[in-house]
């Protein structure tokens, strides 16, 4: 079965600094990437996808994430994170008819 | 739209009751899911619908049942509530298997 890793549990940034969470999935094959986003005491939103195509992939507010095959890696990245950034971010991907999530990574940005 | 719902938002139960999560998605998605929330574990699935008429256990199906009333409607029962059941539960729905999946607002049980 697939598993997901995210190796950064929690992540403290000063406002402008850049970003980049870790996430890496246990095999290969077609794969069906997200990132999904949960804002203090709210429910997760997608932040972004990867189903094929273009490697690098834009979401919204400013994130991009790039998948690497080789490397198993769907990475998430900002260059300049905001306060308003604070949040626990999963990686997800699919494993035949579900999705498969990774531990999560906790991001606190500091003004 | 309401997207996903989820009722109730808040419960607290003692040990040996039982109860029933409400989950309700009017986007004429196919599949629905539940998903239990702790610190430091991330989402686990605990039961999902890939289609109606049709449920499937997931990482942590024991002392759950589900109920896939009809296309909107998947229900999370608890039969006999056990402290470690205390968690943040979700509720999630898409159009297909392998599609994004939208999130409800959650249920936060607390067993005593």
């Known amino acids: 079965a697939q598993s997901v890793s995210q190796h950064n549990h929690h992540v403290i940034l000063s406002e402008a600094a850049s970003l980049e969470l870790g996430c890496n999935y246990s095999y290969g094959g077609t794969v069906n990437l997200f990132w999904y986003v949960q804002y203090p005491g709210q429910h997760l939103q997608l932040l972004l996808k990867y189903f094929s195509g273009d490697p690098l992939v834009k979401g919204i507010k400013g994130f991009e994430a790039e998948f690497i095959k080789s490397k198993f890696s769907f990475n998430l990245r900002k260059p300049s994170v905001q306060w308003s950034d604070t949040a626990e971010y999963f990686c997800?991907?699919?494993?035949?008819?579900?999705?498969?999530f990774g531990t999560g990574t906790r991001l606190q940005v500091f003004p | 739209n309401a997207g996903v719902t989820q009722t109730p938002k808040f419960q607290v139960l003692k040990t040996g009751q039982s109860m029933t999560l409400q989950c309700a998605q009017d986007m004429n998605h196919n599949s629905m899911y539940w998903y239990r929330q702790d610190p430091g574990m991330g989402l686990r699935l605990i039961y999902y619908s890939a289609s109606e008429g049709t449920t499937d256990k997931g990482e942590v199906p024991n002392g759950y049942n589900v109920s896939r009333l009809n296309k909107r409607e998947f229900s999370l029962r608890l039969e006999s509530a056990a402290p470690s059941q205390t968690s943040v539960y979700f509720c999630a729905s898409s159009v297909g298997t392998s599609n994004e999946q939208f999130f409800g607002p959650g249920t936060r049980l607390t067993v005593l």
């Open positions: 997800a991907c699919r494993d035949t008819d579900k999705l498969i």
